[in-house]
């Protein structure tokens, strides 16, 4: 679903029309995250999550988060809910025997990376991990989840968009007031252009002292040439223009793009629409990194696939709040 146009206006009629929707939904999430009793494990917990609905970055950052902790000689796993999964869980994802139907798209695509459990009931899921031999914990979009201890909470925000017009849902894009979703974070990561950081680095909103990373996300090298290549890009990710953007910085000719629902399922009509049409244009179909561990079999060789990886070059505020908690 695509965001209303007026949840990145400062100020409008629609969204002061919606504030007493807002404010119901404000008090709902405030009231389920008081009343919990979150669980301590005996190993750490790493969350990332969002403030706001939508695309943000968190599985890339997931991905980059991973490879920190294992190269610092710790063993990761990651819990997640799998969203659009048919498995309640908890269950440890096989690459070669799951599918996103059963495990969701990410917790598919990260099980490359590090052991991913999938579970509705995230202390469940993380219980799981710790009994499986998990050092450290990385709990896969569970800001506004309180049912876990968190030891350090990241919140993901795109630079470009930074936090819309910082009113709560329906009102405007935000699951909970910035400043209690805020008060809750242990590091803000923004990600996108040096010049989108310049941007967002300028908000007088942000609480004083909180660590804050920078992150770009840039193509994953793998020696294809897309300069000049004629394609017909698709997407089902939160934000599918940035894939866009991303893949017409490549030098490829985006002759048709396709923005689809995140996580929509790739069915097989889908799939033959839109291989036809990429055959009318004389265009190559590519999409993303997720959206590939959904493509039907007998698809999987004709989509080209971009990767894109999180770049991160000061961890320095990362790595002082680990130290503080690793084992």
């Known amino acids: 679903m695509k965001a209303p146009r007026f949840w990145n206006r400062p100020a ?18 405030a009231r389920r995250i008081a009343n919990a009793v979150p669980e301590k494990l005996g190993v750490p917990v790493i969350c990332v999550g969002n403030i706001n609905v939508g695309g943000t970055g968190k599985t890339p950052t997931v991905v980059a ?7 610092q000689g710790l063993k990761p796993h990651v819990v997640s809910r799998g969203h659009g999964g048919s498995l309640a869980g908890p269950v440890r994802v096989d690459e070669r025997n799951h599918g996103a139907d059963e495990v969701g798209d990410e917790p598919l695509l990260l099980s490359a990376f590090a052991p991913v459990w999938v579970s509705k009931d995230r202390a469940a899921g993380a219980r799981a991990a710790e009994a499986e031999g998990a050092e450290v914990i990385v709990l896969d979009d569970g800001h506004q989840n309180p049912s876990v201890h968190k030891n350090i909470s990241i919140v993901v925000v795109d630079a470009v968009r930074g936090f819309g017009n910082k009113r709560v849902l329906p009102a405007g894009p935000l699951r909970e007031p910035l400043d209690v979703g805020l008060a809750r974070a242990d ?22 002292g909180l660590p804050h990373l920078e992150g770009q996300l840039s193509p994953l ?20 223009e940035k894939f866009f953007a991303t893949l017409k910085s490549q030098g490829a000719e985006i002759v ?17 629409r839109l291989s036809a049409e990429a055959q009318k244009l004389g265009a190559q179909l590519v999409t993303t990194e997720k959206d ?19 770049n991160i070059e000061d961890w320095s505020g990362f790595d002082a709040l680990l130290s503080r908690i690793r084992p």
């Not at 020696?223 to 089902?236: E, I, K, S, T, Y």
């Open 12 to 29: 409008g009629f629609a969204a002061a029309l919606l504030s007493p929707l807002a404010a119901i939904y404000a008090k709902g999430t």
């Open 65 to 71: 988060l991973v490879e920190r902790l294992t190269a």
């Open 187 to 208: 590091l803000l990561l923004s990600i996108g252009t040096p010049k989108a950081q310049a941007r967002f680095g300028g908000l007088n909103d942000l609480p004083e």
């Open 221 to 240: 090298q793998m020696g294809m040439d897309w300069q000049g290549l004629r394609v017909l890009a698709f997407a089902g990710i939160g934000m599918p």
């Open 256 to 272: 048709k793009s396709e923005a689809l629902d995140d996580h929509q399922p790739l069915s097989d009509s889908l799939m033959a």
């Open 292 to 310: 590939a561990v959904r493509l039907p079999a007998s698809y999987r060789t004709e989509v080209l696939v971009l990767p894109v990886r999180l």
